[in-house]
């Protein structure tokens, strides 16, 4: 099976190293999958580009006004072609996940901020690239912020634990243990 990995950062992405060298799940699900004898891509997508040809997508989302979700709109643009993409979470802080989510729908301007009220850029990749996905990416962080999410739910946790406790509302939830 063909799998892309995708997500909001560095890590999610495969391209930043944990100098802790922690076992998070985006660093670890990659190989599981290639063990188990999947080709798997990992990588940041650029909003436009053909996601159709994966067998699975596996999107690990967090907070999109995280100053960390650099790859937000490739992530965004990815999740709005594939419904069926399979969400993840690579962090425990999720409440904050859906409180971005609520930030950026209350004020769809902020999702296209290029700058901080500080004038710094905000370094978020591939803005031009999603400006034709606009009105999707907007939807899909109204549904994210307030919704049931309408995809699979992936999350790294053990067997048995509470999951309402993230306040995360998915349509279905599957744990792994990393």
């Given amino acids: 099976m ?3 990995i995708t ?3 560095a890590l999610t992405i495969g391209t930043a190293k944990s100098p802790l060298n922690i076992a998070t799940s985006a660093r670890i699900l990659p190989g599981v999958l290639r063990d188990l004898g999947h080709e ?4 940041a997508i650029i909003p436009g580009e053909d996601v159709s040809h994966y067998d699975k997508v ?3 989302v967090f907070g999109p006004n995280s100053l960390s979700a650099r790859y937000w709109y490739g992530a965004a643009y990815t999740i709005t072609q594939r419904p069926d993409a399979i969400i993840s979470i690579d962090d425990h802080q999720t409440k904050e996940t859906v409180s971005g989510f609520g930030t950026f729908s209350r004020g769809h301007w902020r999702i296209w901020k290029k700058f901080s009220q500080a004038g710094n850029p905000v370094g978020k990749a591939y803005w031009d690239e999603a400006q034709p996905y606009k009105k999707e990416i907007e939807d899909l962080v109204d ?3 307030f919704d049931e999410w309408p995809h699979k739910l992936l999350i790294p946790a053990y067997d ?3 999951y309402e406790a993230l306040g995360l509302k998915a349509k279905e939830i599957t744990n792994w243990d990393p």
């Fill in 2 to 4: 063909k799998i892309l």
């Fill in 7 to 9: 997500g909001f950062n």
């Fill in 40 to 43: 798997v891509t990992q990588k």
């Fill in 58 to 60: 596996i999107v690990y």
């Fill in 143 to 145: 549904t994210f912020a």
């Fill in 160 to 162: 048995g634990g509470n």
